[in-house]
């Protein structure tokens, strides 16, 4: 066979003659430095590869190794917690090996190969397992217990399984198939590209709550679901995206960091291992994994970043788990298939994008969803995707958002002159949309309250009346307009002051659970029940809006979780007031 | 012995096409000697198997093709660091400018660095003072940010610039920052004012210079930042200082990346600028910050110039998108007669709250900070009203942010080109402000600070 060579190098691509013999998106090493890169077009014995690391030095006629393999990840224990480049390379191994700064061609698999974990035996011999059965489990971290599953295509019967401390390469189990043995260890690989199966997709129709109010509240988003977040730069992005890291009551959280900034990814490193999950009290870190590609490393790997994240999420969420992946930033990913497209001398279609970008975003987000899982247990796991989108401008017309918004169910659209305004967080409430009202209303009912919909239906009435009337009242005056109609813009005031506003700085205001979210608004709404009646009976409007329990109102939302029982106090009280 | 070769085939703008090349590498650097004896340096932009395409640094002026001899060097474009860099000026492409002696390198550097390990940063989260309370109060810049000043053509961000350069220090310290200087395509009086603010403030004792005037190669400017930034990992993370990057005018570097990518006839991306901008101002501005267990920091200040004052302009957009934040010089304030013209409200400090509060600053800054925000913004509201409805039509509480706003021009963000504010200072004009505001009305501050600070000065 012929060796293959390189013939040409621009920036990230690298064009290899004597390949024959080669497939699609193959992974290839290139040179004698070994740069890690993936064959991305075909033409006769020429193939055109995407090199994921810096090409400076790199001349023709060096060597090119093929692999014959696709690009894939490692999966198995010791995920979690880790934080990883875009091609599954654990950053505190490379730093351990080149120092501060990433040097090349450093080859570090994407698990620790020695590290012992204690396997605990759930199946016996002689029992029959098929792909996807969980025939063990190890505790990763308290939060989560690392299934230990039959990989997709293995099925038969168990001859052999052992209990104890193994690292991932060892044997754990041997399962007797229909023409071979099957070795299994606690280590899967499974090529990026390519969705894990799964036996059937549902419709989502539990809310995955994130503790921020406008979201839970107003534009919820299923556990399973998928969500878009276009903005500005400076708008809240980032903030929001982190916030729901937090505080959202996914049991896996997979955060992608795609061609963003380095201190950014340094703040989740080094604030995730303080913070406690609310509900288990536990470091957020131990249910957390990163993939970090920043926008100064190379950006091919960038490209590669968003599929190494969904392929780890996709891993959690066949063991039952539900899972949320968040990638920030969608549009970063969405330029370096523009860039890649454009040195490859494809035909540009909108922007500069290539053809293929809209499909390319659709089969993402269509990886999302609530799905029961292989393996003959029956269990249920979810995935949901939110993706940030940092259009040009803040212009939604940009081809990325438009793309996008046409495959994903949630759209939070953030504003600039809310978040000039320190309105945060900035989504706003006349522009964004949540499609997955009709499938939460069930859940909503049973486990929050008969008329929360009803409330939330009702304040969001009065918002959109406030942004007429606030028109009106420019042209004409505030004081020409009726009381009725004043009532209505306190009210409105009050709901974006003391409810939509939220200070994810604030150690109290940072998480807000839906039973503290749906109090918060019921009492100003029944503040605007009580007025309006008052109003009708006469009753001077300065005194109801000069009520010393509205400053209690405005405070509501720093009561701490636990002291929920200041509520009832503030509802008396508020009762009290109307009837002086 | 290196090759040279006598094969140039094509010379179109800053770009060379060398025929018949072999064991040429990517970026690799490469020397042409003119038919004048003149010898001028280029990269390797493409290579193919016997072609490259060499990006020239100085212009193609007076070049030919049948003469020109071009030999491959075998490295990247370098930069010989030294301790000896501090207090020199230098040309765009790292030349002494100043009349002074060569550099005898220590270490050689490739100027397009390496990027640092996420992992391996540690938060910026010390406050620096610059003494100037739009910034200090309300976009308060940290130790290892990269914060913009967008500015426009006739604003006097040169000015401001100079002032944060001078007065900076981290808070309750008198140290103050070495200061690397990277001019693109600035004229000469403006590098001039730099450069003699410098000089007479003594700042350039720790500061090192690299300048390409307008007139020089606009190619030159590709690497005057990446030299720059090369310059200034070396005093930081060698030689542990803390080092403060000036950056001005990215425009310029912009026009000028756009000027190679036509060249190279590029698919153009928004307003002609390659589709890879975003990458590449990335590979800039990323490389500030701070390393875990090293003593120094790079903190970058990059300014550029928005054509029609239009902040969505692909040069300030991208930037934006990269950089921790924005200051932005408003046209605006500056017609009022107002220095520093810094427009708050869209302004931006990402880092900042790591770097405020307690034991940083004061306990209440970053309420004090949420609350200023606020009622400026009311009040630029009711501003607008008034224009509409007149003022007698304003509600009574809309009539006290009105005043408030104008205060808040006229006290906070006005100060002397010499004045170096502190931060207790800032922040007790701030209060001073909020005390003509209703108790109810200040919902962004906590009890306990109102408790403390509302309307007690005085009494």
């Known amino acids: 066979m012929k060796e293959a060579r390189i013939a040409k190098v621009s920036g990230p691509l690298v064009i290899a003659g004597g390949c024959l013999g080669a497939k699609m998106f193959d992974m290839v090493r290139v040179s004698e430095k070994k740069l890690i890169g993936e064959i991305i077009e075909l033409k006769g014995e020429e193939a055109s590869i995407q090199v994921y690391e810096e090409t400076a030095g790199i001349g023709p006629g060096e060597p090119v190794y093929l692999t014959g393999e696709p690009l894939s990840v490692e999966l198995g224990p010791g995920l979690v917690s880790e934080i990883y480049d875009g091609i599954q390379r654990p950053l505190d191994v490379l730093q351990g090996v080149s120092g501060e700064f990433i040097a090349r061609g450093v080859d570090v698999p994407g698990l620790n190969r020695t590290k012992k974990w204690h396997f605990k035996a759930l199946r016996k011999p002689q029992e029959q397992v098929s792909a996807g059965d969980i025939i063990g489990e190890v505790e990763e971290t308290p939060l989560i217990k690392h299934k230990i599953m039959v990989p997709p295509g293995v099925n038969g019967e168990i001859s052999d399984i052992k209990e104890g401390e193994f690292n991932i390469q060892e044997c754990i189990a041997r399962v007797k198939g229909a023409s071979a043995t099957h070795e299994i260890t606690m280590m899967q690989r499974w090529p990026v590209r390519k969705p894990r199966p799964i036996k059937e997709k549902f419709a989502p129709v539990e809310p995955l709550t994130t503790g921020q109010r406008v979201i839970d509240t107003f534009f919820p988003i299923a556990k399973g679901g998928t969500a878009c977040i276009p903005g500005p730069f400076g708008a809240g992005k980032t903030v929001t995206m982190h916030e729901i890291a937090k505080w959202s009551d996914a049991q896996v959280i997979v955060y992608v960091a795609c061609g963003e900034r380095g201190n950014e990814c340094a703040d989740l490193l080094l604030s995730f291992p303080d913070l406690k999950d609310p509900r288990t009290g536990r470091p957020l870190l131990e249910r957390t994994v990163i993939v970090a590609n920043t926008s100064n490393m190379p950006v091919a790997a960038r490209e590669a970043s968003i599929y190494t994240g969904i392929t780890i999420a996709e891993y959690f969420r066949d063991m039952g788990y539900s899972v949320a992946v968040m990638a920030d930033s969608t549009s970063r990913w969405a330029e370096a298939l523009r860039e890649m497209s454009g040195r490859l001398e494809e035909m540009p279609g909108e922007e500069g994008y290539p053809a293929y970008l809209s499909s390319k975003i659709a089969e993402f987000y269509e990886r999302a969803g609530k799905v029961a899982c292989l393996g003959s247990e029956g269990r249920g796991g979810a995935l949901s995707i939110m993706g940030a989108v940092s259009p040009p401008g803040g212009d939604l017309s940009d081809p990325v958002v438009q793309a996008t918004l046409r495959v994903v169910k949630v759209f939070w659209g953030l504003d600039d002159k809310l978040a000039n305004a320190r309105h945060f967080p900035a989504i706003n409430w006349l522009l964004s949309y949540s499609l997955y009202h009709d499938n939460l209303r069930e859940f909503l009912k049973n486990n929050v309250a008969e008329e929360f919909i009803g409330l939330r239906a009702e304040a969001m009435r009065l918002l959109e009346e406030e942004s007429s009337l606030l028109e009106i009242a420019h042209l004409v005056g505030i004081e020409s307009l009726s009381f009725e109609d004043r009532l209505v813009l306190e009210v409105a005031k009050s709901i974006r002051e003391d409810f939509l506003h939220q200070n994810a700085f604030h150690e109290v205001d940072t998480y807000t659970s839906l039973a503290k979210q749906y109090r918060m608004l019921k009492i100003i709404m029944e503040f605007y029940r009580l007025s309006r009646e008052k109003i009708k009976e006469g009753v001077e409007f300065e005194r109801i809006i000069g009520l010393p329990v509205r400053e209690k109102i405005s405070r509501l939302k720093y009561i701490a979780e636990a002291d929920m029982g200041h509520f009832k106090e503030i509802e008396e009280e508020l009762a009290r007031s109307f009837q002086a | ?459």
């Open chain 2, 1 to 459: 012995m290196l090759k040279e070769y006598l094969t140039v085939s094509s010379v179109a703008g800053p770009l060379v096409v060398v025929e018949k090349t072999t064991e040429v590498k990517y970026a690799e650097l490469a020397e042409v000697r003119f038919s004048d004896g003149s010898l001028r340096r280029g990269k390797v932009l493409e290579v193919s198997r016997d072609k490259a395409l060499v990006q020239m640094f100085e212009g193609t002026i007076g070049m030919d093709v049948s003469t020109a001899k071009v030999r491959f060097l075998g490295r990247t474009q370098e930069l010989g660091v030294s301790p000896d860099l501090v207090g020199r000026v230098f040309d765009g492409a790292g030349r002494p400018r100043d009349n002074g002696p060569q550099i005898i390198a220590a270490k050689r550097m490739d100027i397009n660095g390496n990027p640092i390990n996420p992992s391996s940063r540690a938060y910026p989260s010390e406050f620096i003072q610059t003494g100037i309370s739009t910034i200090d109060g309300m976009n308060p810049l940290v130790r290892g940010q990269k914060l913009p000043l967008f500015s426009a053509a006739g604003l006097p961000h040169a000015r401001l610039t100079a002032q944060i350069a001078r007065q900076a220090k981290v808070a309750g310290t008198k140290e103050g920052f070495a200061v690397v200087f990277g001019a693109m395509g600035i004229t000469f009086e403006e590098a001039d004012f730099f450069m003699r603010d410098f000089r007479e403030t003594g700042a350039i004792e720790r500061s090192v210079l690299f300048v390409n005037l307008a007139n020089d190669p606009a190619i030159e400017r590709i690497s005057t930042p990446r030299l720059a930034l090369t310059c200034a990992e070396y005093l930081a993370f060698d030689l542990d200082m803390h080092v403060l990057v000036i950056l001005i005018d990215m425009t310029f570097y912009c026009e000028s990346l756009r000027e190679i990518s036509a060249a190279r006839k590029e698919i153009p991306g928004r307003r002609g600028y390659p589709g890879y901008l975003y990458t590449d101002l990335a590979t800039l501005y990323e490389r500030a910050g701070r390393i875990k267990g090293k003593a120094g920091s790079i903190t970058l200040l990059p300014v550029l110039t928005m054509p029609e004052d239009d902040k969505t302009h692909p040069i300030p957009d991208l930037t934006g998108y990269i950089t921790e934040g924005q200051i932005i010089v408003s046209r605006e304030l500056h017609r009022k007669g107002i220095y520093p013209p810094v427009d708050v409200l869209p302004s931006l400090s990402r880092l900042k709250d790591k770097g405020i509060g307690r034991d940083k600053t004061r306990e209440d800054h970053s309420d004090v900070l949420n609350q200023l925000f606020a009622c400026y913004a009311k009040g630029k509201e009711a501003r607008e009203l008034a224009v509409i409805l007149g003022e007698a039509a304003l509600s009574e509480l809309d009539k006290l942010y009105l005043a408030f706003a104008d205060a808040f021009e006229n006290t906070f963000v006005r100060q002397k080109e010499s004045e170096d504010r502190s931060i207790t200072d800032t922040l007790d004009i701030g209060w001073e402000l909020l005390n003509s505001i209703p108790h109810a009305e200040l919902k962004r501050v906590r009890e306990e600070y109102l408790d403390k600070y509302y309307r007690k000065k005085g009494q």
